[in-house]
């Protein structure tokens, strides 16, 4: 029994150390890039597994001390990973309060999961929040028909029903002066570029939803990678107040994230102040942020918060921003190595863009 105990140890340590050393791999493949997801569950299990030695091994040998120490650097590496998106990270933007009088830029994505049909929680959830900007993902023409009860109330809107489960839908109450519908990397997967007019400046937003690396959907993050940085390399460009957001498909520790934010300067709201997960609804155990906001130094956080389940697998994410002065304190710097890896991975899922 005790052998039978010692073999699923060393069975599940070793895993577990594995999948702490795939991600740091630089390869593309979903195989990879699936196993940047799960830090924080990664770094529990490795916690389990260290208190677990203790009284798995009654004397311990050189090969059991050494898994032992192997599982100890394994998990400070891994909370090195998600401090920062924990309460005892360095925010990256502060947090206020708004003038007396002074409207928010108030945003709510949802992903709604094109087969959801609960249509009347997320207009519920309209209704009750009242935000300044909405934007929903996976919608088909159903879900537009059925959100005009509430989308009504929005002059502003940009609707691109799909049926291929990369619908984009956006609405506003503050003018859009101008706008794009683009198909960056590929012919199938929209995104959108709204010149939104608040607090007397014009404030550039960036809708995306780029394909996910898992085999049903894109064997490589490639296209996903590309995609992220050359919107950052266009928010970086528009020099000006600018908000990117969405389901990025990717989690805020990931390499290409951390790329995306040296090379657009754009600064990471939830950092300092929580994971904010938003993926999957359905498992407490699976969790980890998917939804992003990203925005330049030029605004000022109100408040964020994941907000109630609407029968999607991915819970809405709201943000409330203000305008002040730029502050670049906090923008992250980027090598020269850097600039070259960002430049040669949006060539490469332009690349693959083009031959798909």
Known sequence: MENIQNCLYWITSVLAILSMLIPVIRHNYWVFRVFDYPRFQKFIILLILIVAWFFTFEKPNIYEYIILTAEVIS?????????????????MIDKIQPNPGEKVLDILVCNVYQHNRNYQKLIDLVKEENPSVLFFLETDEEWQNALKTVTKNYEYKIEVPLANTYGL????????????????????IPSIVADLEYNNQTVRLFGIHPTPPVPQENPESTERDAEILLVGEKAEKFGKPAIVFGDLNDVAWSRTTKLFLKSSGM??????????????????????????????????????????????????????????????????????????????????????????
């Open 75 to 91: 998990a400070g590496y891994l909370f090195y990973i998600i401090l920062p998106y924990t309460d005892f990270g360095k925010t």
């Open 169 to 188: 839908l956006f609405y506003s109450h503050f003018p859009v002066k101008n706008y794009e519908v683009n198909y960056l990397i590929d012919d199938d």
């Open 267 to 356: 600064l990471d709201p939830r950092r300092g102040r929580g994971m904010f997960n938003t993926f999957h609804a359905k498992y407490w155990f699976l969790r980890w942020p998917l939804d992003h906001f990203f925005v330049s130094p030029h605004f000022r956080l109100v408040d964020m918060k994941v907000m109630k389940s609407v029968d999607s697998d991915h819970f809405p994410i709201w943000i409330s921003l203000v305008i002040r002065n730029e502050d670049t304190k906090n923008q992250l710097e980027i090598s020269e190595e850097e600039e070259a890896e960002v430049d040669e991975k949006i060539e490469e899922g332009i690349e693959k863009g083009d031959a798909n």
